[in-house]
């Protein structure tokens, strides 16, 4: 952490606080936190030392993807001294609105540890492509006659909450299982949906080209998480007691509360193009949350929201 840097505040979460490395004139940034961020944690009792939450992921999620699938976590040692400094800053940017209302207040954990991850966001001239991809397989909760995957019958279900039961066309919202067809155009079709919703300013030949790269590499990506989500979960959580439920069952709900990043140069996107897993930050279930995932599944099979012909749902169906 020596060197003529600076960190600057980029993003914050309910857990941790991102910070990107600026160089302190013009020199250039240190070899070792290039295209890095340092993620710092929140002081927050819920939040576990840095270190172990870097071991659980070293343990827990590493080992199931290849290592360029997924956003590199290195584990670095901290000054004492540089936490009081940031989080004095903390306190200036509250003042400034460079922080949300909601997050004032929350300070950074006195933690001899702070984690580099790769850096995803998008430089000048490339593309940023996100998504959170959800539940890549049916749940195994989910009635025989299901026509919508849990994602879609979830989103219509909250679609229909939200119009306080009124019949009204949903917008937007996607179906993960196209990501994953077996069939590229349909695959190609449905990634093309979500990066025409995401930019628009894109010429024709740059989109298709990213199209095809994300019909193969992206699925590759995404064939893998969907097999571990399922490995995770193979009974669901209805007609089981909380007590029985496992720590596997959280890894595979971390497994579809993940982000997948794909940036790549505007120019040559498939050439250049990285595509990473991100967020997967294993915690144990509360017996509570159990609870609210059991009470989600329960409404959705009880309300018929994975068997109703009768709503309407914006988005193709599964
Ligand atoms: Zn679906």
């Keep these: 952490m020596t060197g003529p840097l600076t960190l ?13 490395f600026k160089p302190i004139a013009d020199e250039p940034v240190n070899l070792g936190v290039r295209r890095k961020l340092l993620r710092l944690r929140k002081d927050k009792s819920f939040i576990q030392s840095t270190q172990s939450q870097y071991i659980t992921f070293q343990r827990e999620f590493l080992p199931l993807f290849r290592p360029e699938n997924i956003v590199e976590q290195t584990l670095i040692t901290l000054d004492e001294s540089l936490i009081e400094s940031l989080n004095q800053r903390l306190a200036e940017h509250e003042s400034t609105g460079a922080r949300k209302d909601v997050r004032h207040g929350d300070r950074l954990a006195v933690d001899d540890h702070g984690l580099l991850m790769t850096d995803m966001t998008a430089q000048h001239g490339e593309f ?12 195994p909760d989910a009635p025989r006659d299901s026509i919508r ?3 879609c019958a979830l989103r219509v279900q909250r679609d229909h909450m939200k119009a306080g039961g009124a ?3 949903t917008r937007g919202g996607f179906c993960p299982l ?3 067809d077996v069939d590229i155009e349909e695959r190609r079709r449905a990634f093309r949906n979500i990066i025409e919703a995401q930019a628009n300013e894109l010429s024709h030949t740059t989109v298709g080209e990213i ?8 699925y590759q990506v995404l064939s893998d998480l969907r097999k571990h989500q399922a490995q995770f979960d193979k009974h669901g ?5 909380p007590e029985d439920i496992s720590d596997d069952y959280s890894k595979a709900m971390t497994l579809r509360d993940c982000m997948l ?3 790549g140069s505007l120019n040559a996107f498939a050439n250049t193009a990285d595509i990473r897993l991100a967020d997967l930050d294993f915690k144990h279930a509360h017996p509570d949350k159990v609870q609210r995932w059991k009470s989600t599944e329960r409404t959705l099979v009880d309300q018929g929201w994975y068997t109703s012909t009768e709503v309407d749902e914006g988005a193709a169906g599964t």
């Excluded at 979460?13 to 990107?20: E, L, P, R, S």
């Excluded at 199209?211 to 992206?218: D, I, S």
């Excluded at 959580?237 to 007691?241: E, I, T, V």
């Design 211 to 218: 199209v095809n790269y994300l019909a193969e590499e992206g």
């Design 237 to 241: 959580l209805l007609g089981r007691d």
């Design 167 to 169: 019949v009204i066309p």
């Design 261 to 263: 990043f794909v940036k």
């Design 128 to 139: 940023l492509f996100e998504i959170k991809p959800k539940w890549l397989q049916q749940s």
């Design 178 to 180: 196209g990501l994953i």
């Design 8 to 20: 600057e505040y980029i993003a914050e979460g309910n857990a941790n606080i991102v910070y990107t």
């Design 149 to 151: 995957c849990r994602t």
